[in-house]
């Protein structure tokens, strides 16, 4: 059970930063910075850890299932521990000094993990962590300034769709881990868990780009995309299921995935509002 109290902590430690972050700053820009960084690290994290297999957690917390016990450890790294101190980095303008420190100090924390054997590497080696955090922290500064600067172009609509990512990945896989209310198996690999992780993966990037096309679109009446959406998410559920690759195992994960697509639609609207209307007031790190 040693295992858990690890990944524990960085929970715990990540959340009271978090929250010094928004007690300081106070504004939705934050909040938008971090769900970005969010966003943008479940795309790496789909492309090396899901498909390509870099390393695996072991934060020993879910029993049933292997993979989705390691893909709940990459939760508290890239939802979690990193872009946390991306937003830190990025909203109180720290200097590149702090950029190597914290860089460093994630280095520290894979290398403490490896010894502790709560984490293992495959083909992914500690210097690639030490090259790649540093970029990713310059990147969480340039998004924060293309946040704090109202647009419509391909900016905005980058910067919404990784909001969007983060959001409807997060709500389309933790229930699977948690409850195990579906699996797909598409037959990509043969272990189970990593095969419907893979496939989530794929359903949540598309549904992304969909959420923010219907957003895009000036809809008259506008109540029709609701009924569009929640009728698409539920003809390509039915349609996944008749083919073997969707295997729904409880009463209301049907009804649960279609009402997260009215849901996402209507947040994703008042966000891609917020984003091209809000008049911001850049405080100076205190």
């Known amino acids: 059970m040693h295992n858990s109290y690890w990944f524990f902590a960085l929970l715990i430690s990540s959340t009271i930063l978090f929250c010094f972050i928004l007690f300081k700053k106070r504004n939705t820009q934050t909040l938008f910075l971090y769900l970005t960084m969010v966003g943008y690290g479940y795309i790496i994290e789909?492309?090396?850890?899901?498909f390509l297999?870099?390393?695996?957690?072991?934060?020993?917390?879910?029993?049933?299932?292997?993979?989705?016990?390691?893909?709940?450890?990459?939760?508290?790294?890239?939802?979690?521990?990193?872009p946390v101190t991306a937003t830190l980095i990025a909203t109180f303008q720290l200097n590149w000094i702090w950029i190597v420190f914290f860089s460093g100090y994630f280095v520290g924390?894979?290398?403490?993990?490896?010894?502790?054997?709560?984490?293992?590497?495959?083909?992914w080696r500690l210097e690639y962590t030490g090259l790649g955090l540093p970029l990713y922290f310059a990147l969480a500064k340039l998004f924060y300034k293309w946040i704090l600067q109202p647009s419509k172009g391909f900016r905005h609509n980058l910067i919404l769709y990784l909001i969007t990512g983060a959001i409807c990945a997060s709500a389309h896989i933790l229930p699977m881990l948690f409850f195990s209310n579906r699996y797909y198996r598409p037959g990509w690999f043969e272990n189970l868990g990593r095969d419907s992780i893979a496939l989530s993966a794929i359903w949540y990037l598309c549904a992304s780009l969909f959420y923010c096309l219907m957003v895009k679109i000036n809809w008259k009446p506008k109540w029709i995309k609701y009924i569009l959406t929640g009728l698409f998410i539920y003809t390509v559920n039915q349609v996944l299921i008749k083919i073997g690759i969707l295997h729904s195992l409880v009463w209301w994960d049907k009804m649960f995935y279609v009402g997260l697509a009215l849901f996402l639609i209507l947040l994703v609207g008042l966000i891609d509002k917020r984003l091209s209307n809000q008049i911001l007031a850049v405080k100076s790190p205190s």
């Open 46 to 50: 789909t492309t090396i850890f899901n």
């Open 53 to 82: 297999g870099s390393y695996d957690y072991n934060p020993n917390i879910i029993k049933h299932n292997s993979f989705y016990d390691s893909e709940l450890g990459a939760f508290f790294s890239n939802a979690l521990s990193l």
């Open 109 to 123: 924390v894979e290398w403490l993990f490896l010894k502790l054997d709560i984490y293992t590497h495959h083909w």
